[in-house]
């Protein structure tokens, strides 16, 4: 009961609305005729001022505007058939039929209409025959004048139409792009939300399995430090994967404490030589957790393949702007590699179209280095340098 009584009180202010935008309409289309009567009343008036006609500029303009009274509602009621039926615009055939209807309907009614107030002003009687009259003074010359008056206001009012039209299609347009840009951003910030969620647990794994392995040794005190290492690891991995960016110093020390719980597993058989970490690239910004993986690769195909020393590099450089970070580690042909999950390199390539569209790689493969095989895994990116910090 409720809804009908609400959708009822609806339907008059729907209907209050169209008259009030009818009348608004109807209002705009009065002051824009009265502006151009005014105009062309006044170049009469001057006109007999300099005859020395003695007639008032009032009679004048209101002379112009009673005979432009109909055209001011032929243009309403254009307007809103056109705004109401824009498949008349959409052709040119649709715009060539209502002209010719226009012609056939309208211009005749306009005529007749000028004829009545020819009699009126006059002061001549109205009937069939002083009409007949009234159109054969009139001429070609006043119909041709009322035949531009009316092409004149259809052109008008099919140009402001159109115009309008174009403008609420370029704004639904408009509207619509943002629409899909916005929901194209939603979707990949569920992207990357959803890859922080995978990496997350997969370092913790990880991590897990380093302190698994030092518990196996019987060495209490090593296992301890080791879960004391691997409390800050998460403390840094849970507070940097809620952000978009990093300090790349911040992690380049996360990095090297990773690496210090791996010594404690691998002991002297862990080798890595970083280089050119240089003061401006470890200023700039990247994506966070974004180097362990690699990392965690290298000593996955390195160390856990054989019972040697590794020989794990990881090399920065800079080159108008473009970062490169490598990260190697040589490959022993005979032993079976370690699988492991192999999640770490498909989703750092993930995060990296997610968060440098179009301008950021990863490669991955064997490359030789003096005769010696190696893995190596390049990253090219922007370096994204934030406010403030040291060029």
Not at 47 to 72: A, C, E, F, N, P
Not at 75 to 80: D, H, M, N, P
Not at 183 to 206: M, T, V
Not at 229 to 258: N, P, Q
Request: net charge negative; aromatic share 8%.
């Amino acid at each position: 009961m409720e809804n009908l009584i609400s959708d009822n009180a609806l339907k008059p202010r729907t209907a209050a609305s169209t008259v009030a935008g009818a009348l608004k309409l109807l209002l705009i289309n009065i002051l824009i005729w009265t502006s151009m009567c005014a105009v062309g009343a006044l170049g009469n008036y001057g006109d007999l001022v300099k005859h020395g006609t003695q007639r008032g500029y009032d009679d004048i303009l209101w002379s112009w505007i009673s005979s432009h009274m109909l055209m001011m509602v032929f243009s309403t009621c254009l307007y809103i058939i056109f705004m109401r039926c824009q498949k008349f615009l959409s052709t040119t055939r649709g715009i060539v039929v209502t002209y010719g209807l226009m012609l056939l309907c309208f211009l005749p009614l306009e005529i007749i209409y000028v004829d009545i107030l020819y009699l009126l002003r006059s002061k001549q009687e109205l009937g069939l025959l002083q009409l007949q009259q009234a159109m054969f003074d009139l001429g070609g010359f006043g119909v041709f004048l009322e035949f531009a008056w009316s092409t004149g206001a259809f052109i008008a009012v099919l140009a402001i139409c159109t115009w309008r039209q174009g403008r609420v299609r370029e704004q639904a347009l408009q509207q619509s792009m943002n629409d899909i840009l916005r929901l194209r951003l939603d979707l990949e910030e569920q992207k990357l939300n959803a890859l922080r969620g995978q990496l997350e647990p997969h370092f913790i794994f990880n991590c897990l399995n380093a302190i698994s392995a030092l518990v196996r040794s019987d060495d209490k005190r090593i296992a301890l430090t080791g879960l004391n290492r691997l409390s800050d690891l998460l403390r840094y991995a849970l507070t940097a994967s809620s952000k978009d960016w990093v300090r790349i110093e911040d992690e380049m020390t996360f990095i090297r404490d990773y690496l210090e719980l791996q010594r404690l597993r691998y002991g002297e058989r862990l080798h890595i030589h970083i280089d050119g970490d240089t003061t401006t690239i470890l200023a700039g910004d990247c994506p966070p957790l974004l180097l362990q993986p690699l990392l965690e690769n290298a000593l996955r195909h390195d160390l856990d393949c054989h019972e040697g020393n590794s020989d794990i590099r990881m090399q920065f450089s800079l080159k108008d702007e473009e970062l490169s970070i490598r990260v190697s580690n040589t490959v022993t042909d005979g032993n079976a590699a370690n699988p492991g999950l192999g999640l770490g390199l498909p989703q750092t390539r993930a995060r990296l179209e997610l968060m440098y569209p179009g301008r950021a790689s990863m490669q991955s493969g064997k490359v030789s280095d003096t005769g010696q095989s190696r893995y190596e895994v390049e990253i090219r990116m922007p370096l994204h340098m934030p406010e403030g910090a040291a060029s």
